[in-house]
């Protein structure tokens, strides 16, 4: 019998404790359970890996949604569609596979919370020598053009990524709201850009529910974010391309995205338009300005039907996820700081708590980027 490697031993181990869960949420019987492990060592003793079934896929993916420590709204993590792509084995293939995700999920506005997986990290390096990889932050996002003089058009986080697709060959309008290219390539280097279709990214045009000046501002932001950069992680198995999607937090776009002064800078503009008082931090313009942002965004999102959920709503649904975990015999993890909601955190339960901020497997992953930042 060949001896195992330490690689082979620890996937095992990951393997094994990852099964016995899986199955006993699932209500599997032991038999199964033990049945299951066994066919599961066989194939790590012999290729090095294993292949997780249909429904070791799904619960695996929700369950890495529920221990999502920075993550407020798990509530729903039960809600979760699982979208197989692991046989797809091409960029064109790959692309397809994601834009049908964007309209699945996007639903004309009444989002629905999914993600698609891609091939495992060692099963495709084993066939093809190399890991697909989608090499977005988020599927969707805002071009960021860097100025001769160093002002920035659009988004200001999206300047080294807008580079790379330029690089490729892809040149954008210049406006402040391009959305960029997919870009689907691999871990060595080598990529491709896809426009994507514009039918399949629904935008909001952002109005005040009382100031007709802030539309003078012509802010929109897109309906679903789409997060592409990280790698799921199912009991030691690694999915390096798993774009997931759930609906914003107001205040993800209103308190963050259009206001962080290294991102769209708003905040004075919008104080302008309501003609507040920027003489002095005592009139608290820039409070009073952020306040308005979100009421704008939170009024444009529902006037136009697209899910999105209000800062302390999505408090009160965390409040209602630690109590079904709690009455399910499972503990809170937790990142306070990412949590907490960057307006107004004191007003919600979360605030006046601590987290344990352990990760638990499954679980999504920050992994290098597959381009070269400067």
């Known amino acids: ?47 090095g890996t294993y292949r997780h079934t249909t429904d070791e896929l799904t619960h695996g993916a929700r369950l890495a949604w529920r221990n999502s420590n920075r993550c407020i709204g798990r509530l729903f ?11 797809v084995e ?33 099963a ?23 100025q001769p003089d160093g002002t920035i058009i659009g988004d200001p986080h999206s300047v080294p990524f807008t580079r790379v697709c330029e690089s490729l060959g892809w040149r954008g309008k210049g406006t402040p709201f391009d959305v960029l290219p997919l870009v689907i390539g691999t871990e060595e280097g080598t990529a491709s850009y896809y426009v994507i279709p514009e039918e399949l990214v ?33 009991g030691g198995i690694r999915y390096p391309a ?12 209103g308190a963050r995205n259009l206001s962080d002064a290294n991102r769209y800078n708003m905040l004075r503009p919008i104080a302008e338009r309501f003609g507040f008082d920027m003489t002095t931090n005592t009139s608290l313009w820039k409070d009073r ?14 006037r136009a039907g697209v899910s999105i959920v209000d800062h302390h709503t999505a408090a009160e649904q965390f409040g209602r996820f630690e109590q079904q975990e709690h009455a399910a015999g499972r503990t809170i993890t937790g ?39 400067e």
Not at 124 to 146: C, D, M, P, S, T
Not at 291 to 301: G, P, Q
Not at 365 to 372: E, I, N, R, S
Request: glycine letters at 4%; charged letters at 25%; proline letters at 6%.
């Open 202 to 234: 629904l935008q909001v045009p952002l109005t005040h529910p009382t100031e007709p000046r802030f539309a003078e501002l012509e802010l929109q932001w897109y309906a679903v974010p789409f997060i592409s950069e990280m790698v799921l992680e199912i």
């Open 242 to 253: 798993a774009p997931f999607n759930g609906w914003y937090m107001g205040t993800e776009i």
């Open 77 to 87: 993590w039960q809600s979760l569609s699982v979208l197989d792509a692991r046989d």
């Open 335 to 373: 990142r306070w700081s990412w949590l907490i909601p960057p307006m107004s955190p004191s007003t919600t339960a979360v605030w006046h708590r601590g987290f344990d901020n352990t990760e638990r497997d499954p679980k999504f992953g920050y992994q290098p980027k597959p381009y070269a930042t």
């Open 90 to 122: 091409t960029a064109d293939e790959a692309v397809e596979a994601i834009y049908e995700h964007m309209a699945f999920a996007t639903n004309n506005g009444r989002i629905r919370p999914a993600i698609t997986i891609f091939a495992q990290e060692q």
């Open 124 to 146: 495709f390096k084993q066939e093809k020598g190399r890991n697909l990889r989608i090499w977005n932050h988020q599927l969707v996002r805002y071009a960021g053009y860097e």
């Open 1 to 47: 019998m060949t001896e195992l490697t330490v690689e082979q031993q620890q996937l095992m181990d990951q393997a094994a404790a990852f099964i016995r869960q899986c199955y006993g949420e699932l209500a599997r019987d032991e038999a199964d359970t033990e049945r299951r492990i066994t066919e599961v060592m066989q194939q790590i003793a012999r290729t």
């Open 289 to 302: 300005a952020l306040v308005e942002l979100n009421a704008a965004v939170l009024h444009s999102y529902k």
